[in-house]
């Protein structure tokens, strides 16, 4: 079982800058793939970012060069930087833990981010 707890959304003015957190808890932890997925209202689900455990890192097209994942192993925390923000970005940000080779999934509860003058 692992437990993913997000944090940093809020209420940004376009150009700002937030910083998410994903503190994750588990004995598989390890082994997942974390990533950033997002979903703004009346859309799906969609993948942001990912990182591997061993730091190899992808993104989305509409957020490369201003969002950066990465990932503390000791302290089991994935952050994601977001610069440039702009109205599109809005949406709850979700985090994931993949565990692939064990077929696994899980989801924190989301943190609103909110991109508005």
């Known amino acids: 079982q692992v437990q993913l707890v997000e944090s940093g959304g809020g209420l940004v003015q376009p150009g700002g800058s937030l910083r998410l957190s994903c503190a994750a808890s588990?004995?598989?932890?390890?082994?997942?793939?974390m990533g950033w997925y997002r979903q703004a209202p009346g859309k799906i689900r969609e993948l942001v970012a990912i990182?591997?455990?061993?730091?190899?890192?992808d993104y989305t097209d509409s957020v490369k060069g201003r969002f950066t994942i990465s990932r503390d192993n000791a302290k089991n925390t994935v952050y994601l930087q977001m610069n440039s923000l702009n109205p599109e970005d809005t949406a709850v940000y979700y985090c994931?833990?993949?565990?692939?080779?064990?077929?696994?999934?899980?989801w924190g509860q989301g943190t609103q981010v909110t991109v508005s003058s």
């Open positions: 990182v591997t455990s061993g730091g190899t890192t």
């Open positions: 994931n833990c993949n565990a692939v080779q064990l077929r696994l999934s899980y």
């Open positions: 588990g004995s598989i932890v390890s082994l997942c793939i």
